[in-house]
């Protein structure tokens, strides 16, 4: 019997040492922060920098390179030129149109971040970002600062199309793990 009870102990132990961590001890970051694509007024921060030949009479401007210096802030108020007070980073990088069918975007870019818990710190965010889909994932494929050898991934959901502001507004929700110190 006390064989048995010890054999069942020993199991138990291993069945804890071997179950995956939860989520709260993996050292899983989460934030959300706000994306500001500007393409009106006076100090635009997308700018169309390349495009092919047919990219104009393309329905989704396929072939087109944007390079942005996007603000990053903790609200999603329209920033308009102005630098915002919420500002704490910016998205530096391009995207380029990059479906024939759809409006799906190849986004390589930075969040450099400038204020706040994560200041002097980068997160590379690399992927596809089909814009009309309610919510799309993009890849976190390194980091710097804070986010030394980071892995993880990001949310993307639209909160303001820009129409009539001229301002896109994206809600990123930020899922990352960065290396141990």
Known sequence: ????????????????????ASAADDGLTKFKLYWHD???????????????????SSSTFFGAVVAIDDPLTTG??????AKSKDEIGRAQGTYTFA???????????????????YKGSGLTIYGRNEVLS???????????????????????RTMDSGAKSGETVV???????????
Do not use: H
């Open 1 to 20: 019997m006390a064989g048995r009870k010890a054999a069942l102990l020993l199991l138990l132990c291993a069945a804890v040492l071997l179950a995956p």
């Open 99 to 117: 479906d024939q069918a759809t409006f799906g975007l190849l986004m390589n870019m930075n969040f450099v971040f400038t204020a706040g818990d």
């Open 134 to 156: 309610a919510v799309r994932e993009m890849s976190i494929i390194g980091g710097t600062g804070k986010f030394r050898m980071a892995r993880g991934y990001v949310e993307a």
């Open 38 to 56: 500007v393409l009106a007024g006076t100090s635009p921060t997308a700018i169309r920098i390349a495009q092919a030949a047919s990219t104009n």
């Open 76 to 81: 999603p108020a329209v920033t308009g030129s």
């Open 171 to 181: 809600e990123y929700t930020v899922y990352v793990k960065a290396a141990a110190a």
